[in-house]
């Protein structure tokens, strides 16, 4: 069974700054890809950024230049960090891993989601 667990969300003001994380356990073989979606109230999940085991990163034309993904290979592990956050950053925030378990082989896993608020 594998989980992805986030922290770091919270209320910031326009202009802040926040790092989500994310660390994924269970019986975990190899992790492909990791990245973080949002989903803002009335609008469809997007993906903001991802990064894969080799280090290549992808990000939303939305946030490039202000949120920075890395990963700790180590850990199971991926960060974004977020700046110069702006009110329409506001949304939940999800983590997401393409894997691979021994017992089922590869899948998609998707934590639990963590709320990012950027108001004044």
């Known amino acids: 069974q594998v989980q992805l667990v986030e922290s770091g969300g919270g209320l910031v003001q326009p202009g802040g700054s926040l790092r989500l994380s994310c660390a994924a356990s269970g019986s975990i073989f190899s992790i492909y890809a990791m990245g973080w979606y949002r989903q803002a109230p009335g609008k469809q999940r997007e993906l903001v950024a991802a990064i894969t085991s080799g280090g290549s990163t992808n990000y939303a034309d939305s946030v490039k230049g202000r949120f920075t993904i890395s990963r700790d290979n180590a850990k199971n592990t991926v960060y974004l960090q977020m700046n110069s956050l702006k009110p329409e950053d506001t949304a939940v925030y999800y983590c997401?891993?393409?894997?691979?378990?021994?017992?089922?082989?590869?899948?998609?896993?998707w934590g639990q989601g963590t709320q990012v608020t950027v108001s004044s």
């Open positions: 997401n891993a393409d894997l691979i378990t021994i017992a089922t082989g590869r899948g998609g896993y």
